[in-house]
């Protein structure tokens, strides 16, 4: 079926009223989404259902949706400490690193891939990675990628449900969260880890924060091997030096080169679908686009492509977008950074 058709369906069991039919369709349309590589949309609707599931969770409605559904129906609390539980479709071919950086992601996957051979010899298996570096320099994406390279699920942690007010609660929530991890073999995903492993002796403390380290060095330590825990931050000073002594790998993942612009200029119009009306400005905008993170480049050619496209012609196939457009919006960027 064409997504058109998902939709009338939907359309038709909620107008029915038709609960089970309803989550039914939503799930064939995610799966069709994820096939046609409409990776957000498809995360979009699985936020969608698992919203759902939340707010159906209080009343005689949660047998039927937990058969109908591809999330599992957690206890609420679980829920909360959880902002996205999903399986990537990403793969190593959806982000631009340097070669040191995608051999390390490589050789990681693998020993994952051939856990077995490597315990035969009684050898360990790397599985806690800490990524650090600027922001929107793919961090976050890396573990999409990784999640989606060895096909497990990606928990993504909801620091502002696991950081609590309340003496201890913070260090209960992490426990929750990686127990539930080793039962389900699932990646665990924490962003700004600095906020939850500062250095112990931080001024501002007042004795919380070291229990909470003290709690995070006990977890990494009894982690099972077969699970893997992928921490990001930008601000690695922070962290206190047990935990980065705790990481199997440590990454820095940095602003792009020359090289690595172009291969994700390359990357983001491998379609085809998209045409620079100049190619001669590529280079400009190759150049002006030193010190600039990978997101923020792909976010301005992304945006040129919009404009080009709600300003051209309708049912067009391909789209050929300004440069000068996408030129102007990198040299505003550079002048917010200077700001």
Not at 85 to 111: A, C, Q, T
Not at 145 to 174: D, M, R
Not at 246 to 272: A, C, H, V, W, Y
Not at 286 to 295: D, E, G, H, T
Request: proline content about 2%; charged content about 30%; glycine content about 4%.
């Amino acid at each position: 079926m064409a997504q058109l058709d998902y939709i009338k369906e939907i359309a038709k069991y909620s107008l029915e009223n038709d609960k089970d039919k309803l989550i039914n369709a939503f799930n064939e349309l995610i799966e069709y989404a994820k096939k046609t590589n409409k990776i957000n949309f498809a995360l979009q609707l699985q936020a969608i259902v698992r919203d759902t599931i939340k707010k159906e969770n209080t009343g005689q409605n949660l047998t039927s949706l937990s058969k109908k559904i591809s999330i599992p129906i957690e206890e609420n609390d679980y829920f909360e400490l959880i902002l996205e539980k999903l399986v990537s479709e990403y793969s190593l071919n959806n982000i631009v690193v340097n070669e040191i950086i995608k051999k390390s992601f490589i050789n990681l996957v693998r020993e994952h891939k051939e856990f077995d051979k490597i315990k035969k010899f009684d050898l360990p298996v790397s599985n806690k990675i800490l990524l650090y570096g600027p922001s929107g320099c793919g961090k976050t994406l890396a573990a999409y990628v990784l999640a989606g390279e060895l096909q497990k699920t990606l928990l993504v942690i909801n620091l502002g449900a696991i950081v609590s007010s309340k003496l201890g609660e913070t260090s209960k929530n992490l426990s929750k969260i990686f127990k539930r991890a080793a039962i389900e073999n699932s990646i665990i995903f924490i962003d700004e880890f600095d906020s939850i492993g500062k250095l112990r002796d931080y001024s501002q403390d007042h004795g919380e924060m070291k229990r909470v380290v003290n709690t995070i060095l006990q977890l990494f330590d009894y982690l099972p091997e077969h699970n893997l825990l992928i921490a990001a931050t930008n601000k690695v000073d922070m962290i206190d030096n047990a935990l980065l002594r705790r990481f199997d790998i440590k990454l820095e993942l940095s602003l792009p080169n020359k090289k690595q612009i172009r291969e994700l200029i390359n990357l983001t119009m491998k379609s085809g679908k998209f045409i620079p009306d100049n190619k001669k400005n590529i280079t400009k905008i190759i150049n002006s686009s030193i010190k600039l993170s990978y997101y923020t480049i792909q976010k301005a050619l992304i945006e040129t492509i919009k404009q080009s496209l709600l300003n051209g012609k309708e049912d067009v196939e391909k789209i050929v977008f300004d440069t000068k457009h996408w030129l102007n919006l990198i040299e505003k960027e550079k002048i917010n950074q200077i700001k």
